[in-house]
C-alpha cells in the first residue's frame, strides 16, 4: 500500500525515491507534533538551530552554503519542446535534456537522508483560485519554510483525493555543488525540478518556481492570470474596502507598500491598511465581470536587511516569534541582527552569516566595510502574524481589485503617477516597465533594465504571449481595473529624492482610488492622465509647489529617448509581439511629436 490514497502520487514517489535512494521516506501531516519532532532534528544535525526562545519564541536560524546565497537565474530553464515557446527572457532546455541532465545529479543523492513528503495548497485548501503540489525533498530546513509559507497537511490530500492534478515538485541539496545547480521547469508536464542548491529561492518550489513559473503557463491555458504583485486592501472610516494589486521591480520598495502605514498627515481621516500578500497574486474573471484576487501564499519570504521600525514596522512585528532567519548576523545570547537594522549587534562575540567572528565595522584589505549579514538575507514568517493581515487572506473567493499599479525606479523620467487611457494602453505601460541600477545591484550605474509586470525572471513562457494574454483578459472583464505607474524614486538636479515615500505613498493610493471612482479629473499628457496639484492630499507635509510640479512633469524629448529603448526592447521578440503593442509605440510617438519632441 503506497504512503497516500492517490495512486498516481504514490508511483511518483515510488519512482524518485528509486532515483534518490533516501534511506526513509516521510510524509509531512502539518501536526504540531511533527513540525517540533523536526525542528528537534534539525537542531541535533546542525541544519538549523534555536534562538533566544523568550525572546525570539518559535524562532530558528540557518545559514546557506557561501555559494548557495539567491536564486541562480542563469541556472533556471523552462524545458519545452520547442525553444521559441520558452521565449528570448528565458533560458531553455529540452525537456529530455533536463530530465536526462538532472537526473544524472538526483541520482543516489538521497542516500544516507530522508524524503520527505509534502502535499501542499497554494490558496485556500479547496478554493477554485487554488493549485496544489507535492515537494519531496531531504531538506528540513525546506519542509519548515514550506510549512510557513504554504497550507500543508492532511486536508490538501483530502482535496486531492484519489485522482487530482498536482504539481510535481523534486529537490536534493545533493551535494551543493554549484557546477551542478539546475533549477528546471517542465510545464507541458506540470513539474519542477531543483538540485544542488538550498537557498530559499531555488528549493521552495511553492515559491516563484509553481506560483508564477508554472502558474503562468497554467494561467494562460486555464485564463486567468498567476502575477507578481503585492494585494493591498485601503479601509476607510465608512467601512468601505477597495483593494489594489501592485508590481515592482526589486529594490522598489514592494514589501514596504504591501504593509504601509498611514502617515500622521491623513491619520485624521482613518484609513485602514490591510495587507494580503506581498508578493504574489492569482487573479480570475468572476461572474460579475470583474478581477478578483487571491494571494495564494501563507508566508512572507522577505529580505532582513533594511527592514527596521522606520522603514517597516509592521514587519518587524511579524518576525518577532515563529521565523525562521537565514544567512544574518547571530548574537552569542541566540538573538538575530543585520544591517539597517534596529539597534546593535553584540560587541563580542558575534558570527556573520558565514559562521565567522565578526564586529561591526571590520574592513577588508582594501578598507571597505564588511557586512555582518548577507545583503540578501532573509526571514520566513507566518503572514498571519503580521498587524495588518487581512482576514481576507482565507476567503475562497479572493477579493476585487481596483486598480493595478506598476511601477520602477526613474531618477528623471516617469512621474510620480500617471493613469493609462485604457486597458490596451496600461498593458503598454506594464510591458514597458523598467527600472535604473541602484549602487547596490550588479551592472552600470543608471543603466535601464527592462522588467515587464516585473515578470522577467518568472514568466514560464514566451512573454509576447503573455502580453497577448494580458490583452485577451482585458476583454473577459466587464468591469477592467484602472491601471497605473508610480515612481517614488524621481530626483531633483542634486541627485535628492524628491518624493519622501514609505507611509506618504497613501497620498498617491487616495488619488489613485479617486480616479477609479470617477471623483477627479486629471490633466492628460502625452503618457497618460496625471493629477492636478489641488487633488493630491498634503495635509501634514511640506513639499515646494516648484518640486510637486517637476515630480508629474513630463519632458517629451526624454520620452522620446525611452521609446528608443522600448522599440530595441520590442525587437526582441520578433513577429510574436502582439501588434497592438507596437500600435501603441507608434502612437506614443505621434503624441510627444505633437508637443514638440523630436522624432525616434
Known amino acids: 500500500m503506497g504512503i497516500t490514497s492517490h495512486i498516481g502520487l504514490n508511483e511518483w514517489i515510488d519512482k524518485m525515491a528509486k532515483m534518490c535512494q533516501p534511506d526513509n521516506i516521510v510524509l509531512v501531516d502539518g501536526s504540531k507534533e511533527q513540525k517540533a519532532a523536526l525542528t528537534a532534528e534539525g537542531c541535533q544535525t546542525g ?35 520547442l525553444k521559441d515557446d520558452a521565449g528570448p527572457t528565458n533560458n531553455w532546455m529540452s525537456p529530455e535534456e533536463g530530465y536526462r541532465k538532472a537526473g544524472e545529479y538526483f541520482k543516489g543523492s538521497m542516500k544516507g537522508r530522508t524524503m520527505y513528503v509534502i502535499p501542499f495548497s497554494m490558496g485556500p485548501v479547496g478554493s477554485s483560485f487554488s493549485k496544489i503540489g507535492v515537494e519531496l525533498t531531504d531538506s528540513i530546513y525546506v519542509v519548515l519554510n514550506m510549512l510557513i509559507m504554504t497550507r500543508v497537511g492532511d486536508d490538501v490530500l483530502e482535496a486531492l483525493g ?29 513539474t519542477i525540478w531543483s538540485v544542488n542548491s538550498g537557498y530559499g529561492g531555488n528549493v521552495l518550489l511553492g515559491k516563484k518556481c509553481l506560483a508564477l513559473r508554472i502558474a503562468s503557463h497554467l494561467a494562460r491555458k486555464e485564463m486567468w492570470m498567476a502575477e507578481h504583485m503585492l494585494i493591498l486592501g485601503i479601509e476607510e472610516p465608512n467601512g468601505r474596502i477597495e483593494y489594489v494589486a501592485a508590481a515592482f521591480p526589486s529594490a522598489c520598495g514592494k514589501t514596504n507598500l504591501a504593509m504601509l502605514i498611514p502617515p500622521e498627515g491623513l491619520k485624521s481621516k482613518g484609513y485602514r491598511i490591510w495587507t ?23 508566508g512572507f519570504f522577505g529580505v532582513a536587511p ?8 509592521s514587519a518587524v512585528k511579524t518576525v518577532q516569534k515563529n521565523t525562521i532567519f537565514t544567512n544574518v548576523v547571530l548574537n552569542p545570547d541566540g538573538t538575530v541582527w543585520w544591517e539597517d537594522g534596529d539597534g546593535e549587534p553584540a560587541a563580542e562575540g558575534a558570527l556573520d552569516w558565514q559562521g565567522k567572528p565578526w564586529k561591526k565595522g571590520m574592513t577588508d584589505a582594501d578598507g571597505k566595510k564588511i557586512p555582518g549579514a548577507h545583503p540578501n538575507s532573509r526571514f520566513t514568517a507566518p503572514l498571519d502574524q503580521c498587524p495588518s ?50 549602487a547596490a545591484q550588479v ?14 525572471p518568472f514568466c514560464g ?14 476583454v473577459r472583464m466587464r468591469w477592467q481595473p484602472k491601471i497605473f505607474h508610480v515612481n517614488w524614486f524621481r530626483q531633483d538636479e542634486n541627485g535628492k529624492f524628491m518624493w519622501p515615500g514609505f507611509g506618504e505613498n497613501l497620498r498617491i493610493l487616495e488619488w489613485i482610488l479617486a480616479r477609479c471612482r470617477h471623483d477627479v479629473d486629471a490633466d492628460k499628457t502625452a503618457i497618460g492622465f496625471v493629477p492636478k496639484l ?53 502612437a506614443l510617438g505621434r503624441r510627444l511629436e505633437e508637443l514638440g519632441g523630436k522624432k525616434m
Not at 551592472?443 to 522588467?451: H, I, N, P, T, Y
Not at 513562457?461 to 482585458?474: C, P, Q
Not at 501634514?540 to 519632458?555: A, C, R, S
Request: net charge negative; aromatic share 10%; glycine share 8%.
Open 47 to 81: 541544519e538549523i538551530q534555536m534562538l533566544d526562545q523568550k525572546v525570539l519564541p518559535g524562532c530558528v536560524y540557518h545559514r546557506t552554503a557561501p555559494n548557495d546565497v539567491a536564486r541562480v537565474e542563469h541556472l533556471t530553464f523552462i524545458c519545452t519542446p
Open 162 to 190: 484519489t485522482a487530482g492534478d498536482f504539481t510535481k515538485c523534486l529537490h536534493s541539496k545533493a551535494q551543493l555543488d554549484i557546477n551542478k545547480r539546475l533549477i528546471l521547469h517542465f510545464p507541458e508536464d506540470n
Open 276 to 298: 494580503v500578500g506581498d508578493d504574489i497574486a492569482w487573479m480570475r474573471v468572476d461572474t460579475d465581470g470583474r478581477l478578483w484576487a487571491i494571494n495564494p501564499e501563507n
Open 306 to 313: 533594511g527592514t527596521n521600525m522606520k522603514s517597516n514596522p
Open 389 to 438: 493581515h487581512s482576514f481576507r487572506t482565507e476567503h475562497h473567493h479572493g477579493v476585487p481589485i481596483s486598480a493595478i499599479i506598476f511601477g520602477g525606479r526613474r531618477a528623471k523620467l516617469a512621474p510620480l503617477v500617471y493613469e493609462a487611457f485604457d486597458w490596451q494602453h496600461g498593458v503598454f505601460i506594464g510591458a514597458t516597465m523598467a527600472s535604473e541600477r541602484t
Open 443 to 456: 551592472g552600470a550605474l543608471g543603466e535601464v533594465r527592462r522588467d515587464p509586470m516585473a515578470m522577467l
Open 461 to 474: 513562457y514566451n512573454m509576447a504571449d503573455y502580453f497577448e494574454h494580458w490583452l485577451r483578459m482585458g
Open 534 to 586: 489641488k487633488d493630491i492630499d498634503m495635509t501634514g507635509i511640506k513639499i515646494e509647489k516648484e518640486t510637486m510640479q517637476k515630480l508629474f512633469e513630463v519632458k517629451p524629448d526624454d520620452w522620446v529617448k525611452e521609446m528608443a529603448g522600448i522599440k530595441e526592447f520590442f525587437a526582441t521578440f520578433g513577429d510574436r509581439l502582439p501588434v497592438s503593442l507596437a500600435a501603441q509605440l507608434e
